[in-house]
């Protein structure tokens, strides 16, 4: 019997859910995640995909049903839309809340769109500002194409040091399949010139060294386990200049998945000096670096990022936090308390420039005014009630460290009543409730915090400090029941 043809990585697929309006603006995101598509993350699909003679609906509701990101492109023909809102949205928060996919909400243009249930959805690019009210659409393109990345790390923990081979197979796409030989078809050839066009469209087709990179380092995982992988990979780099800056960058995050982050570091270090007129690979060098505690390895390439693209806020906030993180709290503060002037809103600035200045000694009257005249502004966008809030637990946070307990309750209270959803802040004003003595708050707090956590690890999380300010008060049969507890989906 012939061998069958090993099935190719495509990456996680990713659902458009659009007004056809707005398809221009589709046809420019998807132009943007063109590097994701190349480093075998994502696939795309949308309803122009589906050829003709094919049911419309079915087609739809199948991809709708297989898609792990579903991209909510929003605008006020979206949101005008009966099939968009009543079908597409409906079974995406479904699936959403099921933790079957995730759903991001991409505004678009502006518009009224913070109603239930988008509205407690972390929505792109930044601040959710609609892509056409920025001055570069370019960088609003850039920011939307950084947010899905980070969603698509969390989705597949890429910063777990250790990872299951099904896991390895669910982010490349990829079965437990025989041995690879680069003779081997990926895919069948196309029968007809739609199918080659739909695999054209679809991202279907990548170079023949990416795929062989991904197959022989995943085969030797499979057969031999990490250290097998890594002879794989140290074999690579005596043929380094063989390969391209996306095909390295890409072996990087699989090199990631199975555990060998210092081959990470190199692979993407190779990839940012092949192709240095792309920031992407050095901002991943420096993720990659500070996840391993070499933050200062990584300072000079966050360093240079803001030095070339010193108006993109990802990029400083990441300096900020490098700095922070390895420990040079004089430069994190001068770098957060001054980028505040640029970006007056990024709530990120404000945690770094508390914490940075909490650790030189900043006259505590000095971050008292730098959060109160923070929170004091108004707030424009889409998301300014969010910003609120999220500024207000923020200083609530600090205020915990420096032992000022009741005042942080008070902060707690307002950033909650502003809107503030996360369990996690929930559980951290049930902690400092607990500080001050108001034990049956704080229980009612931790129970809510548990009910509403998202997901089993934030679950494990929450229940733990939970176990504890029980066990603290010598409630032992509850601190066991409470260990217990399971998080169910809700």
Known sequence: ????????????????????????????????????????????????????????????????????????????????????WGIEVERAMERHRLEKARVIPVILRPTVWQEAPLGDLQALPRDAKPITSWTNKD???????????????????????SISNQQV??????????????????????STEEEAAQRIRSGLFHSAEQIDLASRILQAFE????????????????????????????????????????????????ASEKEPSNPLF????????????????????????????????DYVELLAQVLQSAGYNDEAWTVSNEALQQFPASTWLLGFALESGREVGRPMQDLDELA????????????????LARARALYANFLAKVDRDKESVEEYRKALEAGEMSPATRSNFAVELAAIGDDQEAEREFMTALREATDSRMHSRIKNRYVTFLLARGRTTDATQASQQTWTPS
Request: charge should be negative.
């Open 1 to 84: 019997m012939a061998q069958q043809p090993a099935s190719t990585h495509t990456g996680l697929e990713l659902f458009f859910s659009y007004a056809h309006e707005d398809e221009p603006l589709r046809n420019d995101l998807a132009t943007a995640l063109s590097g994701l598509r190349r480093q075998h993350l994502i696939t795309e699909w949308h309803d122009r995909e589906v050829s003709g003679g094919k049911p419309f609906a079915q087609e739809i509701d199948s991809h709708l049903e297989s898609a792990k990101i579903i991209l909510l492109l929003v605008s006020a023909d979206f949101l005008a839309s009966d099939y968009c």
């Open 139 to 161: 960088e609003a393109l850039e920011n939307v194409v950084i947010g899905i990345r980070k969603a698509i790390e969390e989705m597949v923990e890429i910063s777990s040091p």
């Open 169 to 190: 197979n669910l982010v490349m796409g990829k079965e437990p399949a025989p041995a690879v030989t680069p003779q081997q078809p990926i895919l069948p050839p196309p």
């Open 223 to 270: 057969q031999g386990g990490p250290e097998a992988a890594r002879a794989e990979v140290e074999e690579i780099f005596t043929h380094i200049d063989d390969f391209t800056a996306s095909t390295l960058a890409m072996t990087a995050g699989i090199v990631n998945q199975i555990g060998l982050p210092d081959l990470t570091v190199r692979l993407f270090l190779e």
């Open 282 to 313: 050095r901002r991943e060098l420096v993720v990659a670096l500070s996840s391993l505690d070499q933050d200062d390895l990584a300072l000079p390439f966050a360093r240079r990022l803001v030095a070339e693209y010193p108006d993109n806020l």
């Open 372 to 387: 109160t005249r923070f929170i004091s502004q108004e707030f424009t966008g889409q998301d300014a009630a969010q910003d």
